[in-house]
């Protein structure tokens, strides 16, 4: 027996949920797999799930101010309300603290372009509205067991502060929201099916799967996470790319939040802190979490195979993220033991994450998410249902790139900014921000 569909999608993460959602939405009969044994299991389940507006292309910064809207009335972007729960966006701002590898101007004028509201802070407004902060530049980032780590700072920092950024409290429950929403119109989601391999046969493609019956669809979507480079190469989709995807493990770390940051009612406020080379934000019981920007001192832990990662924190990576954040906050108390997860990115070359089709028909990739699209998936699955729709009518994407229209924004996107083929971005901050 076999069974079939108009599409599959390999993975029920974040991306894959969102894409099987705006699918389901156009009437496609979507069957989505997953090894795992529910929504959002995999990477996304360790995000740090920032909202953020901060990216190094105009196509980054429109497509998170657009999902900023969807996560704001995350009920009516579903259309259905989750019995299980709905995830929350945190609305606290969002600071990124002035650094040379993200030109202040050039944010500015991204804001601008989008009607992103922004306030420019100086080293003294930074003191101000953050309580119990270090304003000091230490730039570039040292390692944690050197002497340089310890000397003065060579100046003060200003930054950059939008309002509307945040956090969504629970990325796992964010999927599992969108994969219900999916559900709820019809996508049928498959858990504990590890896809072993594809083929292609005739005009569709056929999915073996470990101890099931197989599936065929004329439309597959690679929505794997840091499995995706796998699944091209069961599918046979290697050379077609320009820009390469490769695994990569990282942690976050939580600790107790500073007392003057917890001294007031209000959350206090994300910070993107390449300066010291991390990022932190609030999270729930007073809490910290402090995760890393890939400061060039530290060693990048590329990886082989995501199911072999080491998913536990690490005193290293622990200590190094921390002693960071007390830097900034000198407040911080450094407690012995780690505390914290580790992920997996799937990283793009250029940090930009891939929606495309590929040179084979029928097959597409939402991949290479880089750290960074949590926030942007419900734009994503908006922007792969797109390619998807045009590509299946005979749109020749690659050559002529379709383009995006944002519901609340009014804002387009030249989706070709996503493209397998692109042009390296040479713009792009070389790190989680894109
Ligand atoms: C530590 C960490 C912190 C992050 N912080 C942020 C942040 O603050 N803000 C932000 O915007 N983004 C952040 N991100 C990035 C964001 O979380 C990811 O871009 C996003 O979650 C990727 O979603 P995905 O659906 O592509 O992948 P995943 O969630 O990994 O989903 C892929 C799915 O594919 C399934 N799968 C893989 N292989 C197979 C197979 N052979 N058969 C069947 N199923 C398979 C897996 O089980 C998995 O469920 C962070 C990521 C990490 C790891």
Known sequence: ??????????????????????????????L????????????TSASSALIRFSYSTWEGVAASWESKFRWEEWEEYLGYRD?????????????????????????????????????????ETLAKRVKGIDTGSFYPPKPVDSDEFFEDPHGRLGALYNPDGGYIDDPRLAAANLAAAAAHRGARFAFRRRVMSID?????????????????????????GPWSSAINKMVGATSDFRIKVAPMRQEVHQVRAPASLRESDAEFPAIGDLDLGIYTRPESGGNMLVGGTEPECDPLEWIDDPDAANLNPTVERYEAQITRAARRFPELTVPNRP???????????????????TALPGFYVGIGTSGN??????????????????????????????????????????????????????????????
């Not at 027996?1 to 009437?27: C, K, N, P």
């Not at 989505?32 to 529910?38: F, N, S, T």
């Not at 292609?200 to 794997?224: F, M, Q, S």
Request: some cysteine; overall charge negative.
């Open 1 to 30: 027996m076999t069974t079939t569909a108009d599409a599959v999608i390999v993975g029920a993460g974040i991306v894959g949920s969102a894409t099987a959602l705006e699918l389901a939405r156009r009437g496609v009969d979507a």
């Open 32 to 43: 989505i797999l997953d090894k795992a044994g529910a929504a959002g299991m995999g990477s």
């Open 83 to 123: 019995p299980n729960g709905m995830a929350r966006f945190h609305r606290c701002g969002k600071i990124l603290l002035d650094v040379p590898l993200i030109p202040r101007q050039r944010m500015i004028e991204l804001f601008d372009r989008a009607g992103i509201p922004y306030e420019v802070w100086d080293a």
């Open 200 to 224: 292609r046969v005739g005009d569709v493609w056929r999915v073996t799967i470990d101890g099931h019956e197989p599936v065929e669809a004329p439309v597959l979507v690679n929505a794997a």
């Open 339 to 357: 505390n914290g997860i580790a992920g997996v990115y799937d990283v793009a070359e250029d940090w930009t994450p891939i929606y495309d089709k």
């Open 373 to 434: 699209q949590f926030k942007n998936a419900p734009i994503v699955g908006s922007i792969l249902d797109r390619i998807i729709d045009a590509v299946e009518n005979g749109h020749d994407h690659d050559s002529d790139p379709v383009h995006y229209t944002c519901r609340h924004t009014g804002h387009d996107l030249n989706l070709g900014a996503f493209s397998r083929k692109r042009e390296r971005n040479p713009d792009s901050s070389g790190t989680v921000m894109g």
